[in-house]
């Protein structure tokens, strides 16, 4: 009876090796066609040992000559398309720019460290060599709210204001549990064996996707995207970068206008994500909307954040 359940064993592992092995060759053989097949709408630019993907639209024929620039959460596959759904409701009277930073969307994975100076430089650099410059206002999703008060605090003539998509703060750190590195380790192994492929349905529950923001083309990138771009090594390395906050925090509260768009926190580890960004903006002297929809709520609610965001760049632009 052993020796049968051994060969049993043996062969249920050489089965799941011939298995996760045949679909990394697919995942290999169909991440080379779809980057041929999909290349990236806007620009690649050189920062250092890798390139970033710049998207950029619209003339800007708004508030003067601003540019506002969207900044996306820790692990968004897809930037550009995650974003469009609001951008495309701003971008017939502001210029608007997705930077997609090191492992995102259609930028190369970097070898360079994620710490905050890093990471805002090559965001800095990235506009810069794509031809936009500012003044800018920043409309960071989750973590990227981080670079964006670093940026507003080191360079303040460059940010005109901050537009806030539930965006995280160095408060949210010191009481946010980290993510389970178990989840994450399950989560990178299938990522780079394509095994994630398998679930052909998860890219459709994403909010950009199934909100239905996207044409069946734009889902089909969405999707490669999301197979080639999830957990990416510079992903992992911004989750590691424990720091980050803490060198936020003691540049304080940036003097510039600021709004943030508040989700229900029904999809966020911190129950009270909420009050902390409404406190936040409290104490700045900024201005705070409180929105009954998920954590991606540019996707479930970008008609109320289009007009909210156009009506405060007019009243505080030029004040």
């Not at 930077?99 to 506009?127: F, K, N, Q």
């Not at 460059?158 to 994450?184: F, K, R, S, T």
Request: proline share 7%.
């Amino acid at each position: 009876m052993k020796r049968v359940l051994k060969w049993i064993t043996l062969g249920i592992v050489i089965l799941l090796v011939l298995l996760i092995g045949g679909s990394f060759v697919n995942h290999t053989i169909r991440s080379v066609q779809e980057e041929t097949l999909y290349p990236p709408p806007g620009q690649m630019v050189a920062v250092g040992d890798h390139k970033l993907h710049v998207y950029s639209e619209g003339e800007g024929s708004g508030e003067g000559p601003l540019t506002l620039v969207f900044l996306s959460g820790s692990g968004t596959s897809a930037p550009t398309l995650d974003f469009k759904a609001l951008y495309s409701r701003l971008s017939d009277e502001y210029r608007i720019a997705v930077v997609e930073r090191a492992g995102y969307g259609w930028s190369e994975i970097g070898d360079t460290p994620r710490d905050i100076d890093t990471v805002l430089a090559e965001t800095r650099l990235a506009l810069q060599l794509a031809g936009e410059s500012p003044p800018y206002v920043l409309f960071p999703h989750s973590m990227a709210g981080l670079e964006a008060l670093y940026w507003a605090n080191l360079y303040p003539d460059e940010v005109a204001a901050i537009v806030g998509l539930d965006p995280a703060l160095p408060e949210i750190y010191e009481v946010m549990p980290p993510p389970p590195q178990l989840m994450l380790s399950v989560i990178t192994f299938a990522a780079r064996t394509g095994v994630i492929r398998s679930g052909a349905s998860v890219c459709h529950e994403f909010a950009a996707v199934s909100e239905g923001h996207l044409t069946a083309e734009e889902t089909a990138v969405f999707c490669s995207l999301f197979y080639r771009r999830t957990l990416t090594p510079n992903m992992l390395a911004e989750i590691k970068a424990t720091g980050n906050p803490q060198l936020v925090a003691a540049t304080g509260i940036p003097d510039v206008p600021l709004f943030f768009f508040v989700s229900n926190a029904s999809d966020v580890a911190l129950d009270n994500w909420p009050d902390i960004l409404i406190a936040y903006a409290a104490a700045a002297g900024g201005e705070s909307l409180a929105l009954d929809v998920p954590h991606y709520l540019h996707n479930y609610a970008p008609d109320v954040i289009a007009a909210e965001s156009r009506a405060f760049i007019e009243r505080v632009v030029g004040e």
